[in-house]
């Protein structure tokens, strides 16, 4: 069974850096597609950017697009976030869904991680 588990959280100013990891502590994500949410106080769970495990599929929310990347391999998948602002500011999960395509809804997905804070200074 697969068992995100994120690392990489903190504090940063607006403007700055941080880079997400996610690893599993069971099966490798090998065949998942991988996704990263976040969830602020008051607010709905929401995708942030997903990779599929086949070819390049790849999925953005608008508001992280050119800011963040999310890469994999079979072992982990990273998030780098760069020109963070306030609003990114959120507990972000990594998650796998065991599905062929691309999917959006937290629904879709299997596995969760705990979560890691980030929090974005102005």
């Known amino acids: 069974q697969v068992q995100p588990v994120e690392s990489g959280g903190g504090l940063v100013q607006a403007g700055g850096s941080l880079r997400l990891s996610c690893a599993s502590s069971g099966r490798t994500f090998a065949g998942y597609i991988m996704g990263w949410f976040r969830q602020a106080p008051g607010k709905e769970r929401e995708l942030v950017a997903a990779?599929?495990?086949?070819?390049?599929t790849v999925y953005y929310a608008d508001s992280v697009k050119g800011r963040f990347t999310i890469s994999r391999d079979y072992a982990k998948v990273d998030l780098q976030m760069n020109s963070l602002k306030p609003e990114d500011t959120a507990v972000y999960y990594c998650a796998a869904a065991g599905s062929y395509w691309l999917v959006t809804t937290a629904a879709a997905y299997d596995y969760w991680g705990q979560g890691t804070q980030v929090t974005v200074s102005s």
């Open positions: 990779r599929g495990w086949i070819g390049s």
